[in-house]
């Protein structure tokens, strides 16, 4: 017989990692597996989620003539943030579900701050607004090479911002590191390169250690 868990308390998991690494597929093996055990979930993906977060995205990832500044990029992020933690996130939570987030407050600092070149404390205050202050239990990193990750991606035309590059991508794969030195209770990183059952395995066990369910 499968073992089965129960749920400690309501959590908020996020996923992070650069273009193409493999967090959409985990998330959604993540709430698989919540499910199969009757835990409730609520998906979200920035930027977007609201109605009004959606338009936000779709100004963010257009590519237009008009270049837009990396101060409006962090504001409108976050703004669709706001909107989508005011409006999903919290009274998700409120409910007792479990929010899973494919990307959240560390995309930020990674690409407004790490991509970029914006200022870290800035960006921190920023989604400290931006949040209410709801900070993820757990927040995921998939780390992989960029040129394995574009490779996985390659069908798909580059939205606004995955046309910035590899060299792009390697200065948020290295913010991301840092992040894990910042937070590192809460920010932990997997190898990418595995394939998704093995990384999907690695996330339970994580949730498991750390006491989020316990067997039935
Ligand atoms: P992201 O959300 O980070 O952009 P996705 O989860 O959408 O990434 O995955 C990008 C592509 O890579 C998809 O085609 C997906 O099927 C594939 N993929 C995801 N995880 C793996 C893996 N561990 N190994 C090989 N291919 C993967
Ligand atoms: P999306 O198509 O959702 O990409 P992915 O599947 O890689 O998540 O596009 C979102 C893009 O927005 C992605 O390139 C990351 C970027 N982004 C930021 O630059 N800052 C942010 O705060 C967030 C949430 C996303």
Redo the contacts with the bound molecule.
């Keep these: 017989m499968t073992q089965m868990y129960i749920s400690s308390r309501e959590r908020f998991i996020t996923f992070e990692?650069i273009?193409?690494?493999?967090?959409?597929?985990?998330a959604r093996s993540l709430i698989e597996r919540l499910n199969n055990n009757d835990i409730a979930t609520c998906f979200v993906r920035e930027p977007g989620g609201t109605p009004v977060s959606e338009e936000i995205r779709t100004v963010l990832l257009e590519n237009r003539d008009e270049r837009m500044c990396n101060r409006t990029e962090a504001l409108l992020m976050t703004g669709s943030r706001a909107q989508l933690t005011k409006d999903v996130i919290i009274p998700a939570l409120e409910k007792g579900e479990w929010v899973i987030a494919?990307r959240y407050t560390d995309s930020t600092i990674a690409y407004q701050g790490g991509g970029r070149g914006l200022n870290i404390e800035w960006l921190l205050q920023l989604n400290d607004f931006a949040t209410y202050g709801t900070i993820p239990d757990l927040t995921i990193i998939?780390d992989i090479d960029p040129e394995e990750a574009k490779r996985?991606?390659n069908e798909s035309p580059p939205d606004r911002i995955e046309s910035a590059g590899i060299g792009f991508q390697e200065k948020i794969r290295k913010q991301y590191k840092e992040l894990i030195k910042l937070f590192p209770d809460r920010c932990m990183s997997i190898d990418?390169s595995?394939?998704?059952d093995v990384?999907s395995s690695s996330v339970w066990d994580e949730i498991k250690n750390r006491k989020f369910i316990y067997e039935k």
């Design positions: 990692g273009d193409g690494c493999g967090k959409s597929t985990q494919d998939v996985r991606t990418g595995s394939s998704s990384i």
